[in-house]
């Protein structure tokens, strides 16, 4: 299993701050989830990290076995 | 010295500008920024959300990016996370330097880079409801005035 | 809230920036800068002193200025006057305002002013005596900046 | 009888923050001064109060009993 950590307003669209979901390919993992969280998730301005790492390429991701994949929205001006 | 906190409850700032302060005999000033929740438009409350892993490892990466560009003494950077109130500090930043320009324009730089890029996601409550607050093209060209 | 003090002991600058914060509830932020006596070039103490019937008025006449020309909710003005070591606070300038930029520019003019315009005169001991320090040029430039 | 008080520089020179002087013309009052004392009170760069006022001028100055007229040389920097 891996956890999906979501941030900000997508955190209001998944109705929950984190998800366990299984591990494997993340296109796989968005296919289950419901439509407009993988949507939301997929925005162009939503950076992810994963295990704690920006990533700059959001292509080929697989997740592995205690992976957390964080989805970033753009941050809150102040 | 460089001091960076991420808070979940509030603090009052002349706690630690003191300390801070004191850790530095003989400085020629600090110059100090406190933020406060803002009283206006019916807001009730604000929640700031950050994400363990980013965002106190960005701040420091922000305390000594100040602390090379800057001749300071130390940098001081707090901030809040959790809901919080009108009228409670949410960032403090404080920097010490043997000169005045040097530590007003540490403060002024981390300000300006903390709203803009640091790892926080706000809502505020109005009416009783949770609202997102979207990012604004303003702390933009605040960040932009020092590349 | 203008408020303006000349101070002829030792102060803690915390003491009176969490009063004048608390006169300002749900303000945007407060700016402030405290200047200490630098413990350089073998300075053993410093002696300021004033001209009571110019030197607070002078200030109270800079804490309006500062006011009128940004947007303050209030600003505080603290200068030390008498004989001060190494490490103590001398001057402690606040601005509280809705906008930080505001209480940034008018701490960094009031400061420009209290050190070129304002009613002191000092004298420092090095070595057992007492020397005039005479006026900085630099420090009318810093003021010039507000021309 | 007046005051005339000395700030900065002047009260070394004049070895005394203040001295209590007959009323009178201001020069009357200056020659009966040590002359280095009225040579470095007439320095261009000391401003003149009096009564708590600067003044813009200093000619055809008289000091009447209870005046109090201060020298204020430059202020320091730091």
Same mark, same amino acid.
């Given at each position: 299993?891996?956890?999906?950590?979501?941030?900000?307003?997508? &955190?209001?669209?998944a109705?929950?701050?984190?998800r366990?979901? +299984?591990s494997?390919p993340?296109?796989? =993992?968005?296919?289950?989830?419901?439509?407009?969280?993988?949507?939301?998730?997929?925005?162009?301005?939503?950076?992810?990290a994963?295990?704690?790492?920006?990533?700059?390429?959001?292509?080929?991701? =697989?997740l592995?076995?205690g992976?957390e994949?964080?989805f970033l929205?753009?941050?809150?001006?102040? | 010295?460089?001091d960076?906190?991420?808070l979940d409850r509030?603090?009052?700032?002349?706690?630690?500008?003191?300390a801070?302060?004191? +850790?530095?005999?003989?400085?020629?000033?600090?110059?100090?920024?406190?933020?406060?929740v803002?009283?206006?438009?019916?807001?009730?409350?604000?929640?700031l959300?950050?994400?363990?892993?980013?965002t106190?490892?960005?701040? &420091?990466?922000?305390? &000594?990016?100040?602390?090379?560009?800057?001749?300071?003494?130390?940098?001081?950077?707090?901030?809040?996370t959790? =809901?919080?109130?009108?009228?409670?500090?949410?960032?403090c930043v404080?920097?010490?330097?043997?000169?005045?320009?040097?530590?007003?324009?540490?403060?002024?730089?981390?300000?300006?880079h903390?709203?803009?890029?640091?790892?926080?996601?706000?809502?505020?409550?109005?009416?009783?409801?949770?609202?997102?607050?979207?990012?604004?093209?303003?702390?933009?060209?605040?960040?932009?005035?020092?590349?």
């Amino acid at each position: 299993m891996a956890k999906l950590v979501f941030l900000g307003r997508l &955190q209001s669209v998944a109705g929950e701050a984190e998800r366990t979901v +299984a591990s494997g390919p993340l296109e796989t =993992v968005l296919a289950a989830l419901e439509p407009d969280l993988s949507l939301a998730l997929l925005d162009e301005r939503v950076r992810f990290a994963l295990n704690g790492t920006l990533l700059g390429d959001h292509g080929g991701i =697989v997740l592995s076995p205690g992976d957390e994949l964080a989805f970033l929205p753009p941050v809150s001006g102040g | 010295m460089i001091d960076v906190r991420l808070l979940d409850r509030p603090f009052i700032p002349g706690a630690f500008i003191g300390a801070f302060t004191h +850790a530095h005999p003989g400085l020629g000033g600090v110059c100090t920024f406190v933020g406060e929740v803002r009283s206006e438009d019916g807001v009730e409350a604000l929640e700031l959300s950050h994400y363990a892993p980013l965002t106190l490892p960005g701040m &420091q990466a922000l305390a &000594q990016r100040a602390a090379g560009r800057f001749d300071l003494m130390g940098i001081l950077i707090l901030h809040r996370t959790g =809901v919080l109130h009108p009228g409670e500090p949410i960032v403090c930043v404080s920097a010490a330097a043997t000169h005045r320009r040097a530590a007003f324009d540490a403060v002024d730089f981390a300000m300006d880079h903390l709203k803009s890029d640091s790892w926080f996601w706000k809502r505020e409550k109005r009416g009783g409801e949770w609202h997102w607050i979207e990012p604004r093209a303003e702390d933009h060209a605040d960040k932009a005035r020092w590349d």
